[in-house]
């Protein structure tokens, strides 16, 4: 499959993508690429970041691909059993979040819990760091393993956001490419 015959929804976490990030430079970039909106980037609510993902979903020409980043991993997956079989072909999901186990994270994102720990019903990359504050690469591993997902590893890469030196990323690019190419 290639970029050009798919609806590619990028799915933020808590706070969004600024414009340096590199989900909101692949939304630019990709012509088929567009940034699922949630209504309040800063206070989530399960069930309406859920639904976003689903209208956006539903709204799609074109097979769909999921590329998720933190809290929209988590949303991502929540939504995936409820979504219309077939549609999404795929997702990969950067830098899930161990909302159950990191501490001090907002009760609005602590909302999210339990993780679904079901295996997708679409294959799905999980791209994890050793470094990353909020999920320890063991943990995004069983994720991986429970969704049926192949984990990447991205060595010590922080959250993979602006923060940690990933603006333009392109080596996620390449993922997603060798991802595409296999579907």
């Known amino acids: 499959m290639k970029t050009a ?10 706070a969004g993508s600024e414009e340096e990030h590199w989900q909101a430079r692949w939304a630019s970039r990709l012509p088929t690429a567009r940034i ?3 209504a309040d980037w800063h206070r989530p609510e399960p069930e309406a970041w859920c639904g976003r993902i689903r209208e956006a979903v539903d709204a799609a020409t074109r097979p769909v691909i999921l590329i998720a980043h933190s809290l929209g991993v988590i949303a991502s997956v929540v939504v995936a059993p409820s979504l219309p ?14 909302i159950e186990r990191t501490p001090n ?21 999980v791209v994890a ?3 990353d504050p909020y999920c320890t690469f063991e943990r995004a591993e069983d994720f991986a393993y429970a969704w049926g997902a192949v984990i990447v590893d991205a060595g010590e890469s922080g959250h993979i956001n ?19 190419k296999n579907l």
């Open 5 to 14: 015959d798919c609806d590619i929804l990028v799915i933020p976490g808590l």
């Open 129 to 131: 760091s050793r470094t």
């Open 85 to 98: 079989a077939g549609i999404v072909r795929g997702a990969v999901l950067v830098a899930p979040p161990d």
């Open 105 to 125: 994270l907002p009760e609005s994102v602590r909302a999210f819990a339990p993780i679904p720990r079901e295996p997708l019903p679409f294959p799905a990359l």
């Open 36 to 38: 699922v909106e949630q």
């Open 162 to 180: 602006v923060a940690s030196g990933h603006g333009p990323w392109p080596e996620g690019l390449m993922r997603l490419a060798g991802f595409l």
